[in-house]
């Protein structure tokens, strides 16, 4: 089993629409939890951090679900623009090392 | 924010020659970074941490003879991909936290992508 899982995807929704992808993570000492996104042939960049209370920024919602070991990520009023491949990365400590493990990404496609 | 430079950004190699590429953090001083490969439709793979004035922890699978780094600062971390042949042809991309930070964010480099020949 992958250390992160994520549905490659591609998810094609319509502008406007609401969309959520989900993350499973296998490590339940995994201490935190990050969402990036990234451009095709771009680095990655922080969307937003994961906390246990679950947070909110504008039109983006991040939960996290210790018990379940999953996180998620809900886009409202989808944009042309959130067009990307959205990255769930985890932090975790092996061997007394903090790695940090990136899933596959979730394709995202926003349609006119 | 944080900003983390990656040089160079594009570069074109013949097979068996050796490349280098250097990482920075240019506003803060980053203990640890990270060097990750990602071919084209995959995700990011990390290849190794690197720690400041100690040797780099490699991952599984990868070859520290091949892919030397050196972190002889704690702002700047180099990796260099000796012998290189067109099966090393990636995006490499370096990211860092900063101090006394475990499991705080990670800033990324702008990436360099690599072409061997």
């Known amino acids: 089993r992958k250390e992160v899982e994520q549905d490659p995807g591609p998810f094609n929704v319509p502008e406007g629409a609401t969309v959520a992808f989900n993350c499973t993570y296998s490590n339940s000492a995994s201490q935190s939890f990050f969402w990036y996104r990234q451009d095709c042939r771009k680095e990655p960049k922080l969307l937003m951090s994961?906390?246990?209370s679950g947070n909110e920024d504008g039109r983006f919602t991040a939960q996290l679900n210790r018990a379940s070991q999953y996180i998620s990520l809900l886009i409202r009023d989808s944009k042309l623009s959130d067009s990307a491949t959205y990255l769930c990365v985890v932090n975790m400590v092996t061997s007394g090392t903090y790695k940090y493990i990136f899933g596959t990404g979730t394709r995202l496609k926003v349609l006119a | 924010g944080a900003v983390v430079s990656q040089h160079p950004s594009w570069v074109i190699c013949k097979s068996g020659t050796s490349v280098k590429i250097e990482c920075r953090s240019l506003d803060f001083q980053a203990t640890t970074m990270f060097w990750y490969r990602q071919f084209p439709k995959q995700s990011l793979m990390l290849m190794a941490t690197?720690?400041?004035?100690?040797?780099?922890?490699?991952e599984q699978g990868v070859e520290k003879d091949k892919f030397l780094i050196n972190h002889a600062s704690l702002t700047l971390s180099t990796l260099t991909v000796t012998s290189a042949h067109p099966e090393d042809s990636s995006f490499y991309i370096c990211s860092a936290r900063g101090l006394a930070e475990n499991t705080g964010e990670l800033f990324f480099g702008e990436g360099s992508r690599l072409t061997v020949l």
């Open positions: 994961v906390y246990s």
């Open positions: 690197s720690n400041e004035g100690s040797k780099a922890t490699y």
